[in-house]
């Protein structure tokens, strides 16, 4: 063939193939051949191919109820919502909870595929999951990465969004915001970013992926006292052979260090420009949040139609789902009603 050569996606796919090299260093054999088993309180994880990947997800309750997708983030897995998915069956919800690319069981359907953690892409995973399960609409609902792909859903394909929960609020970001420079305290806390920044970073991470996400989950929710098997049952999806590849370009695209696939530049550019939400919404946030979230009042007017805001007490952090199970169903349960 005489095509042009794409030269962005040369760099896309040689940064992807440098990084999965190094995550299939760190993973044990057994690791790299079988991937992550059943989800324990979500009951069994199906596979079903959507788009560019065959998604491990749990899927509960009615098939003929009205939807809800629960969205997880880094680094934690579909186990967050082991005490939400059951209480929203139990309120009339069929519920889905995949893995996002680079997580516990779910694969790409090519070696060539570019192993992209861009917000767009994760984004259009989630609508070809809707897709390849015949689900018109859904409520979507998630936290950290899964919120921010739940907000863009509901930007850019609000036909498909029902309603939306969302931990932390607005986190639509663009290229061009994360090249701007943030108070010292404020780039303090995003420490992780600039590490992953160098290969030294990526030497670490994928060396150290089992300790190293644990340290975010302590400083992320520092009042959090999870027990050993709590965190154990959730890095097993980390062994991906993707994970590293995936965490590493999601952190560098978003500096403008490493370049996304042409197929979503329209995309970018539309969620480059903030645009408003109008579905149902509830935002959420817990009152010991350690990472990095915006406050409520500077998102507030970004969302245009039915709105709450509830911030939890009681030492939530960031985790909110897992850390404050009962309040995020209540949320999910309620959204609709605004």
């Not at 098939?63 to 680094?75: E, M, N, S």
Request: aromatic share 10%; proline share 7%.
């Amino acid at each position: 063939m005489n095509d042009p050569v794409d030269n962005s996606r040369r760099r896309l796919l040689g940064a992807a193939a440098l990084n999965v090299g190094l995550a299939q260093m760190a993973l044990p054999a057994a690791a790299q051949a079988a991937p992550a088993g059943g989800a324990g309180a979500l009951g069994p994880i199906r596979q079903i191919e959507a788009g560019v990947l065959d998604v491990g997800h749990a899927d509960l309750g009615p098939r003929d109820a009205p939807v809800a997708i629960l969205l997880h983030g880094w680094p934690y897995d579909v186990h967050a919502f082991d005490e939400v998915a059951p209480r929203l069956v139990a309120g009339g919800y069929r519920v889905i909870v995949p893995y996002l690319r680079g997580y516990g069981s779910t694969r790409f359907l090519s070696a060539e595929a570019p192993r992209n953690g861009q917000q767009g892409a994760i984004a259009a995973d989630i609508i070809a999951l809707m897709d390849a399960l015949h689900i018109d609409q859904a409520v979507l609902a998630g936290f950290d990465w899964g919120a921010r792909t739940a907000c863009i859903v509901a930007a850019a394909w609000p036909e498909r969004c029902r309603a939306l929960v969302s931990v932390s609020g607005y986190l639509i970001g663009s290229q061009q915001a994360g090249r701007q420079p943030l108070p010292p305290q404020a780039e303090q806390s995003w420490w992780y970013q600039f590490y992953f920044a160098t290969e030294r970073g990526a030497a670490g991470y994928a060396a150290n992926r089992h300790d190293f996400n644990r340290l975010i989950w302590t400083t992320a929710s520092p009042r959090w006292r999870f027990d050993d098997a709590t965190y154990e049952r959730s890095a097993a999806s980390f062994d991906n052979p993707d994970h590293v590849a995936i965490v590493l370009h999601n952190y560098r695209w978003r500096l403008g260090l490493a370049t996304g696939e042409p197929k979503f530049d329209a995309l970018e550019r539309t969620l480059a420009a903030a645009p408003t939400i109008a579905v149902p919404t509830i935002t959420l946030e817990g009152d010991a949040n350690g990472a990095p979230h915006p406050e409520p009042s500077s998102y507030a007017r970004k969302f245009t139609g039915k709105y709450a805001h509830r911030t939890l007490p009681g030492g939530i952090g960031h985790n909110l789902p897992q850390e404050a199970p009962a309040e995020f169903a209540r949320a999910v349960l309620d959204v609709t009603k605004l």
